[in-house]
């Protein structure tokens, strides 16, 4: 009896973000009831969490925008270079809400939006779009956790998108922010 708990409970907690993803396979026709229900209740981890990058000489910088009841935690951002002529420095995130999550603890994260920057490492002055894979995870309200994402982006030099047309708060660079 306690293998299939153990079991049932291991299964619980594969299938939740898979299903979560859109990638569970389920039924093959519109009636399948779990998969239209866990399509309504939550979103794809990329409609979820929608990232955009940008840089300026000095910096590069990542921002996310959530859907709503939708969160990133602070403490799983990475970054990282596919050019291998470019790093980057420590990562700049400001501070986030804090919240006692029901398995991590206390942690700090994100509502609505968040921008976080590093500097600019480089072999050569580096103009052009900068390639770059940002680790992230995040939850919803509604009791999902999703495992952590990866997204490529490219990093265009240049003023930030419209949602983030504001100065990033806490970014590192005080003086010289993304126009």
């Known amino acids: 009896m306690n293998t299939a708990f153990a079991f049932l409970l291991?299964?619980?907690f594969v299938a939740t973000p898979v299903a979560a993803r859109g990638e569970f396979p389920v039924g093959g026709g519109k009636g399948s009831t779990f998969s239209n229900s866990a399509q309504r209740e939550f979103l794809p981890a990329d409609e979820a969490f929608r990232a955009s990058a940008w840089r300026d000489d000095?910096?590069?910088?990542?921002?996310?925008?959530?859907?709503e009841d939708y969160y990133l935690h602070r403490h799983q951002f990475a970054l990282d270079s596919r050019d291998a002529d470019v790093s980057f420095g420590e990562l700049a995130i400001p501070p986030g809400e804090p919240m006692v999550h029901a398995s991590l603890g206390e942690i700090e994260?994100?509502?609505?939006?968040?921008?976080?920057?590093a500097p600019i490492e480089a072999s050569d002055a580096a103009t052009g779009p900068l390639a770059i894979t940002v680790t992230f995870q995040g939850c919803s309200d509604r009791g999902l956790c999703y495992p952590p994402e990866q997204v490529e982006l490219d990093a265009l030099h240049g003023s930030p998108p419209a949602a983030f047309d504001s100065p990033p708060r806490g970014t590192g660079d005080s003086e010289n922010r993304a126009p």
């Open 58 to 67: 000095e910096r590069l910088y990542v921002g996310f925008l959530n859907a």
């Open 109 to 117: 994260v994100f509502y609505d939006q968040v921008v976080f920057s």
């Open 10 to 12: 291991v299964l619980l």
